[in-house]
């Protein structure tokens, strides 16, 4: 798999200036494109008190409404365009966005679906309680196809990575995001392989998976360290 379209989440708070500046970073390691997505939510009316509204409310309360939620989107797009112009403007990336209306996870999914990998980070700000709530990088790893990296706001991401730990437990989900994690595998200088029981796994199947795996790892010029904690009593915090 190689990445040559990435779509990044865009939004108006601070910790998009971080996800943006590390996925100008990823576009430019692998050489390929990055498009942002910002996701304008959808003026919302309380079901709760919808019919009193309908009852007594007037033309030009809800025009007023619709003129207070016009204004909070285009400032906030203004918000992003100018993260854009400072951040991206100093890189020689190719880079273009574009807005939609809707909900973060639908739309990111949606989107994603023409890309090679999805950036968020893991949280979402939305004005929409409900919206804003299923709107986790799970959900949209579930409904888009390419891989999704969710970075940290913690720490800081620097390209090619250096160590990298990967859990294994034999599941058909640790083997698609190994799969998924290739492109970024192959430049790291280390790579471990911990093996580890769960409840949703068999000792068995960890055992004779751990040949396959490593050997289809090598087919893809990467060398694994093996730590098999059904062996070793060690913990993944201490790897």
């Not at 968020?120 to 959900?139: K, P």
């Not at 790291?188 to 004779?208: P, R, W, Y």
């Not at 790892?217 to 990467?222: N, P």
Request: with cysteine.
């Amino acid at each position: 798999m190689s990445i040559k379209r990435i779509l990044v989440h865009l939004d108006a708070t601070e910790r998009c200036d971080k996800r943006l500046r590390e996925s100008l970073q990823i576009a430019s390691y692998f050489n390929a494109s990055l498009s942002g997505l910002f996701v304008e939510p959808p003026l919302q009316v309380n079901p709760m008190v919808a019919p009193a509204i309908a009852a007594t409310a007037t033309a030009t309360m809800i025009s007023a409404d619709e003129k207070n939620h016009q204004e909070t989107i285009d400032e906030q797009k203004k918000l992003v365009k100018q993260k854009v112009q400072s951040i991206v403007t100093a890189q020689s990336c190719q880079f273009s966005w574009q807005s939609s209306v809707g909900s973060p996870q639908s739309l990111i999914a949606k989107f994603g679906n023409y890309h090679d990998l999805v950036i968020v980070d893991n949280q979402f700000d939305n004005d929409d309680l409900l919206s804003g709530l299923s709107a986790s990088a799970g959900n949209i790893a579930v409904e888009t196809s390419p891989p999704v990296l969710v970075l940290s706001d913690e720490r800081s991401l620097n390209l090619p990575v250096k160590k990298v730990l990967l859990f294994w437990n034999a599941s058909k989900e640790a083997a698609r995001s190994i799969a998924d994690a290739l492109p970024f595998l192959r430049g790291a200088e280390q790579v471990v392989l911990f093996c580890a029981e769960d409840s949703d796994s068999d000792m068995t199947d960890i055992h004779e998976s751990i040949q396959p795996l490593t050997d289809f790892l090598r087919g893809h010029s990467i060398q694994v360290k093996l730590i098999d904690k059904t062996e070793e009593d060690i913990s993944a915090k201490e790897v």
